[in-house]
């Protein structure tokens, strides 16, 4: 029923940008905190950014000033743009959406990978 598509990862240059996009189905979306999260290999999968219903945003310090996070309710669609790309950056991004009415729910795309390398 949830789905939760990424899309826009792949391979940049340090100092590039790329745009990540999350369309989510379900009916869910209006209702939902939006955030982005990622995971490299053995770590812990951490918080990026989170957007709110009403628009309030949370960023990690590591991501602050460069990534920057919205979303299109007409569309069900959360964006992360990625500026100033570093090679810390590069693990695989992952969609959630935190639903806030009912009983709640959390649900998560399947992620992708973003590769900043020369």
């Known amino acids: 029923q949830v789905q939760l598509v990424e899309s826009g990862g792949g391979l940049v240059q340090p100092g590039g940008s790329l745009r990540l996009s999350c369309a989510a189905s379900?009916?869910?979306?209006?209702?939902?905190?939006m955030g982005w999260y990622r995971q490299t290999p053995g770590k812990q999968r951490e918080l990026v950014a989170t957007i709110t219903v009403p628009g309030n945003t949370n960023y990690a310090d590591s991501v602050k000033g460069r990534f920057t996070i919205s979303r299109d309710n007409a569309k069900n669609t959360v964006y992360l743009q990625m500026n100033g790309l570093k090679p810390e950056d590069t693990a695989v991004y992952y969609c959630?959406?935190?639903?806030?009415?009912?009983?709640?729910?959390?649900?998560w795309g399947r992620g992708t990978q973003v590769t900043v390398s020369s």
């Open positions: 379900g009916s869910i979306f209006s209702r939902s905190v």
């Open positions: 959630n959406a935190k639903y806030v009415a009912a009983l709640g729910g959390d649900y």
